[in-house]
């Protein structure tokens, strides 16, 4: 039995430098991305909506791109997949809609998240 604590222990150890290991990755690759976004004009445009931080407006930059290749609000709306998807059929009018969740998960997940964060 002690033969089998020992090892779960030397287990946990390597695990938890791992861990450790990754954190501090992480934080490199964000301080990358720090860098990176600060020489984007739009970067501070869009922190400056109520709810969307540093993170989450890089995450929209990144998502979105250039902006000119949407001609039409509607577009980018679509590619968010927040526009309402319509069922209707003849005479049938749907009275239930939900949006159509086509286009960016990661850009619409960080617009969901900045709604939360904003009330």
């Known amino acids: 039995m002690r033969g089998s604590n020992h090892s779960h222990l030397i287990c946990l150890e390597v695990l938890i430098e791992i861990l450790l290991e990754y954190i501090k990755h992480l934080s490199k690759l964000e301080e990358e991305i720090d860098a990176l976004v600060k ?5 501070k ?3 400056s909506i109520p709810g969307i931080g540093e ?11 250039e902006i000119d290749r949407f001609n ?5 709306v679509a590619f968010a997949g927040i526009d309402p998807s319509v069922f209707e059929s003849g005479t049938f009018k749907g009275t239930n809609n939900r949006i159509t969740k086509r286009g ?7 617009l969901f998240t900045s709604v939360r964060c904003a009330y």
């Open 72 to 76: 039409h609000p509607k577009k980018l």
């Open 104 to 110: 960016s998960s990661r850009l619409r997940h960080a």
């Open 45 to 47: 445009i869009i922190q």
């Open 55 to 65: 993170k989450i407006a890089a995450t929209i930059i990144s998502e979105i791109g």
């Open 39 to 43: 020489n984007i004009e739009e970067y």
